[in-house]
Nanobody, 124 residues
Framework: QVRLVESGGGLVQAGDSLRLSCAAS????????MAWFRRAPGKEREFVAA????????SYADSVKGRFTISRDNAKNTVYLQMNSLKPEDTAVYYCAATTAFTIMTMSTAYGYWGQGTQVTVSS
């Protein structure tokens, strides 16, 4: 079993930055892609960013492109999400997800492992 634990969320002001981390333990997920999703109050969970095992393939949602950067350190079994120029509409619970598949995917149903989420709140 794979356990994912997110950290780094918090309350910030618009324009600030945050860095989320997701540490994986248990069965290695080094062979698979990882992603970040988020769920804002009253909205469905949405894709934010995904990264392949070797970091060669990366995908971002249009809403975060140019502001967020996903990266991973396979030696530490950790994936990161650097969030810059945060906006109030970025307020959400952010979830880390992992899959054993090599290719990156944007659909949440493609990911079999999920963290418990970390709250990000951006005030205007």
């Amino acid at each position: 079993q794979v356990r994912l634990v997110e950290s780094g969320g918090g309350l910030v002001q618009a324009g600030d930055s945050l860095r989320l981390s997701c540490a994986a333990s248990g069965r290695t997920i080094g062979a698979g892609s990882m992603a970040w999703f988020r769920r804002a109050p009253g909205k469905e969970r949405e894709f934010v960013a995904a990264i392949s095992r070797n970091s060669a393939s990366i995908s971002y949602a249009d809403s975060v492109k140019g502001r967020f950067t996903i990266s991973r350190d396979n030696a530490k079994n950790t994936v990161y999400l650097q969030m810059n120029s945060l906006k109030p509409e970025d307020t959400a619970v952010y979830y880390c997800a992992a899959t054993t598949a090599f290719t990156i995917m944007t659909m949440s149903t493609a990911y079999g492992y999920w963290g418990q989420g970390t709250q990000v709140t951006v005030s205007s």
